[in-house]
């Protein structure tokens, strides 16, 4: 299974963003998929995730209720609206897919792969 994120950039502080990952390979369309961040100096962090189906999310107490993830297996991709951001959000994203179809999965080493990552900057 392979990963590309994209969407990300360099938005004021209150802004919103939306990071795509679509996935290609065999049964990638059932993976679980997952939002993680890394700031420099910091180690890398959960913020989203969804599970294979769809009908499980789960967020890290820090972006819920602006973040959004969603999914839409016909088009093997996943989402990430990211709202209300904030200057803390700054960091590159990475999505994650996991094999699991009911699970939500929101450790890093639930995930078998990982996209390349893509940049997050929020201004003041």
């Known amino acids: 299974v392979q990963l590309q994120a994209s969407g990300g950039g360099l938005v004021q502080a209150g802004g919103s963003l939306r990071l795509s990952c679509t996935a290609s390979g065999r049964g990638s369309s059932s993976y679980a998929m997952g939002w993680f961040r890394q700031a420099p100096g910091r180690e890398r962090e959960f913020v989203a995730a969804?599970?294979?189906?769809?009908?499980?999310?789960y967020y890290a107490d820090s972006v819920k209720g602006r973040f959004a993830i969603s999914r839409d297996n016909a088009k093997n991709t996943a989402s990430l609206q990211m709202n209300s951001l904030k200057p803390e959000d700054t960091a590159v994203y990475y999505c994650?897919?996991?094999?699991?179809?009911?699970?939500?999965?929101?450790?890093?080493?639930?995930?078998?792969?990982w996209g390349q990552g893509t940049q997050v900057t929020v201004s003041s």
């Open positions: 994650a897919a996991g094999n699991s179809w009911r699970a939500v999965l929101t450790t890093r080493g639930s995930y078998d792969y």
């Open positions: 969804i599970s294979g189906s769809g009908g499980s999310a």
